[in-house]
């Protein structure tokens, strides 16, 4: 193993059918309104955890929800997992501010996501 330890699980995504209905039902659970809300995406930060809400699972077509590792040096992290026996679903990407995101599966198939910030 590297040095390439993670910083926890700090992010949730959720793919939603409906996203008016899900935001109503999310700010009732978390107590707080959305920081971010436009028609693609909204997002909540609650309790040091931000969990966002995907129309349609996005881009990627999500069908459950995505947990992400925040970690310091996500192409290190990726080539740890891939040697590992993870494979590479979405290589890193800028979604803005500098913020990078991945995702792999894992052998049997379940999504996880890497984000690392600038």
């Known amino acids: 193993m590297t040095d390439s330890s993670t910083q926890g699980i700090k992010t949730v995504l959720h793919p939603v059918s409906d996203l008016a209905k899900a935001k109503a039902v999310y700010a009732a659970l978390l107590g707080v309104e959305p920081t971010a809300d436009a028609p693609y995406y ?9 969990i966002g809400l995907v129309p349609g699972g996005g ?36 979604v803005g501010g500098g913020r990078l995101v991945a995702t792999f599966t894992d052998p049997d198939g379940n999504v996880l996501g890497l984000i690392q910030d600038s």
Do not use: C, R
């Not at 909204?42 to 931000?50: D, I, L, P």
């Not at 929800?65 to 590992?84: F, G, M, N, R, S």
């Open 42 to 50: 909204v997002g909540f930060e609650a309790a040091g955890q931000h």
């Open 59 to 94: 881009p990627e077509g999500a069908t459950s929800p995505v947990t992400y590792w925040h970690v310091q040096d996500i192409e290190a992290k990726l080539a740890e997992v891939t040697a590992a026996g993870a494979t590479l679903k979405e290589a890193a990407h800028d």
